[in-house]
C-alpha cells in the first residue's frame, strides 16, 4: 500500500526556517517524481517543488525561489523541503505527492497519490 507521510509543520516567525519531511512506504521514491504542493485557505492548492533522481532534476516556484530546497534520502525514502526566510505568504498546508512521469503537471488529478499535508504558518 502506497503512502505518504508529511510531517514537520508548525508556527513560526517571519524569517525562521521549517523543514518538512515526506516519508514514503510501498514505493520507492527514487524510483518516481515526489513533488510538494501547498494550499492557503480560500486558494487553489498550487505548486511549490519537485525532485526527480532518475534524471536529477528539481523545480521550484517562482515564489520560493533561493528560499526553499527540495532534497531526497533514499535511505530513509523520504523528501525534505528545507524552507528558510520564510513569509507570512508561505502560510499554508503543504502536501506531497507522487507523479509518474517527469515532467511537473500543475493538475492535481495527473497525481496519484497525496498525503494528508500538514500545516505551516508564518506570523509577522
Known amino acids: 500500500e502506497v503512502q505518504l507521510v508529511e510531517s514537520g509543520g508548525g508556527l513560526v516567525q517571519a524569517g525562521g526556517s521549517l523543514r518538512l519531511s515526506c516519508a514514503a512506504s510501498g514505493f520507492t521514491v527514487d524510483d518516481y517524481t515526489i513533488a510538494w504542493f501547498r494550499q492557503a485557505p480560500g486558494k487553489q492548492r498550487e505548486r511549490v517543488s519537485r525532485?526527480?533522481?532518475?534524471?536529477?532534476?528539481?523545480y521550484y516556484a517562482d515564489s520560493v525561489k533561493g528560499r526553499f530546497t527540495i532534497s531526497s534520502d533514499n535511505a530513509r525514502n523520504t523528501v525534505y523541503l528545507q524552507m528558510n526566510s520564510l513569509k507570512p505568504e508561505d502560510t499554508a498546508v503543504y502536501y506531497c505527492?507522487?507523479?509518474?512521469?517527469?515532467?511537473?503537471?500543475?493538475?492535481?488529478?495527473?497525481?496519484?497519490?497525496w498525503g494528508q499535508g500538514t500545516q505551516v504558518t508564518v506570523s509577522s
Open positions: 505527492t507522487v507523479y509518474r512521469g517527469s515532467s511537473w503537471p500543475a493538475t492535481l488529478y495527473e497525481y496519484d497519490y
Open positions: 525532485t526527480s533522481t532518475s534524471d536529477g532534476t528539481t
